[in-house]
């Protein structure tokens, strides 16, 4: 549930092989990536609340906070440290004041007046009081994208005084808390969320998407494990297929190849599905990011703008049809868009974090298309905070002009963009997780093996 939610130097055409991580040497493209990764670092930096750390699901447009922004958030701040943004202090005693909120939050099985239960959090909290957003659900893979970030900052701030001290403490009742077992209601996939009033959501995480991170994190759960098992009920609900050229576990919108990827470096370790198949879940999102591009260059909706360097569907904003005049073209609002074998949502929006997230895996087409998107749009797309979340040049508004750029910022969409520059460059933030001892035990029991896990 949501509600209402930058020269071209390289062009590369679409091949099943393409270009592996390969660094583009050019000054240009330092230049921009400083600029973008800094920008949209501050919006997390300067929107989040500083009484308790929560950051805002979007902005300009008053909102409540969301959990997973906010765990991005996390994690956007530890790159801020290490860019020279901020000091650690000042960003030690921001995570310190965002965990302390979480730990102290009232939880319970109450339909109001509470933060979360069994260790999970409402997917949107109030800003202020923290409290649940009217109705919304108790969850799981918002909760897992905030214990991800909470993750991040245990290991990243190692030292012994007693703020990074609290941090690692408080880290880690936070991921002892989360009832991950709790979550699986008896099945064999986890299940999306629950509402007190009418308990579990029929709809799991199965079919290859973000959701891996969850069985990961509940796997190696010394509190409330999941069992060893579920992963492979999780990886017999891949759909494998080829689409525009691309051999792969097929998901439509590019978040989905791309939130796990944030945390995890998958490149050279494999389990079994994998190992059959002969790739890693890294070039998985690789050929999808180039399967998404060559949707957009084929262009089957006929939509203005879309080329080999304008292009990108995913969860994002959109239009919406109150201000259209096209009178037989229906335009969606938020959606999950993406294009897959078996999944095609498209109205024309482009969402420049579908680039942006898929930096590392296919640098070589990512950078050039958000360069393009710069350079084409200027300051209506690409304002205070980097980017703004969608554009759609194929609508015709109601006053006759064409063309529509949203207002807002959408933080689940900014720290991809953020988080993904940097494991880019330096693989900082992978490198960090490769420290912490719960995603290393996760990634053991869920069965990979080969690669930089080999000495652990």
């Known amino acids: 549930m949501r509600i209402n939610r930058i020269l071209l130097l390289l062009f590369i055409s679409v091949s099943p092989v393409g270009c592996r991580n390969e660094k583009i040497p050019t000054t240009q493209n330092d230049v921009f990536l400083d600029s ?3 920008d949209t670092f501050h919006y997390f930096w300067d929107l989040a609340n500083p009484e308790n ?9 008053p909102s409540f906070s969301s959990i997973a922004s906010t765990g991005f958030g996390l994690t956007s701040y ?6 020279g943004y901020i000091t650690r202090e000042q960003a030690a005693l921001r995570v310190l004041t965002t965990l302390r909120f979480f730990q102290g939050a009232p939880k319970g099985d109450s339909v109001a007046g509470v933060t979360g239960n069994h260790g999970f959090f409402y997917h949107f909290i109030d800003m202020n009081t923290g409290l649940r957003f009217q109705q919304v659900e108790l969850s799981t893979i918002d909760t897992g994208l905030l214990i991800a970030g909470i993750l991040s900052c245990q290991t990243y701030f190692d030292k012994e005084n007693e703020t990074e001290k609290e941090i690692r403490s408080l880290a880690d009742n936070l991921y002892k808390d989360v009832e991950w077992d709790w979550a699986m209601n008896g099945k064999e996939t986890m299940s999306m969320g629950w509402h007190p009033e009418r308990g579990f959501l029929n709809a799991s995480w199965q079919g290859y998407n973000e959701g891996m991170i969850l069985y990961i994190m509940g796997l190696a759960s010394p509190t409330h494990p999941i069992n060893s098992e579920t992963w492979t009920g999780w990886t017999k609900t891949y759909q494998w297929a080829t689409y525009y050229g691309q051999e792969h576990v097929n998901f439509g919108p590019l978040f989905g190849h791309q939130y796990s990827h944030m945390f995890i470096d998958y490149r050279g370790i494999k389990d079994a599905f994998m190992n059959e198949k002969g ?5 998985n999102s690789r050929r999808a990011t180039y ?5 957009c260059i084929s262009n ?3 939509w203005i703008g879309y080329g080999a360097n304008i292009w990108g569907l995913t969860a994002c904003d959109g239009p919406g049809n109150e201000l259209k005049s096209n009178p037989n073209i229906s335009f969606m609002g938020y959606s999950a ?3 897959a074998q078996w999944y095609t949502q498209d109205d024309g929006t482009i969402a420049p974090t579908a680039a942006g997230g898929s930096i590392p895996f296919a640098p070589e087409i990512c950078i050039a298309a958000l360069k393009e998107m710069n350079k084409k749009f200027g300051n209506k797309l690409y304002g205070k905070y980097g980017f703004k979340d969608a554009f759609n040049s194929s609508i015709i508004n109601k006053d006759g002009t064409q ?6 910022y959408i933080g689940i969409d900014q720290g991809p963009i953020v988080i993904q520059i940097e494991n880019y460059r330096n693989g900082f933030v992978w490198e960090l997780m490769k420290k912490n001892p719960y995603i290393i035990e996760g990634l053991k029991k869920a069965g990979f093996n080969g690669g930089w896990l080999e000495k652990y």
Do not use: C, M
Not at 53 to 61: E, F, H, Q
Not at 279 to 283: G, K, N, S
Not at 291 to 295: I, M, V
Not at 403 to 408: A, E, K, Q
């Open 36 to 38: 973008l990764s800094k």
């Open 53 to 61: 750390g929560l950051i805002p699901d979007r902005w300009p447009t």
């Open 78 to 83: 530890l790159v801020g440290v290490e860019r």
């Open 279 to 283: 790739i890693d879940y890294f070039e």
């Open 291 to 295: 399967a998404n591009r060559q949707y």
């Open 300 to 302: 089957p909706g006929g």
């Open 337 to 339: 868009r993406g294009a």
């Open 403 to 408: 063309g529509w750029i949203d207002n807002d």
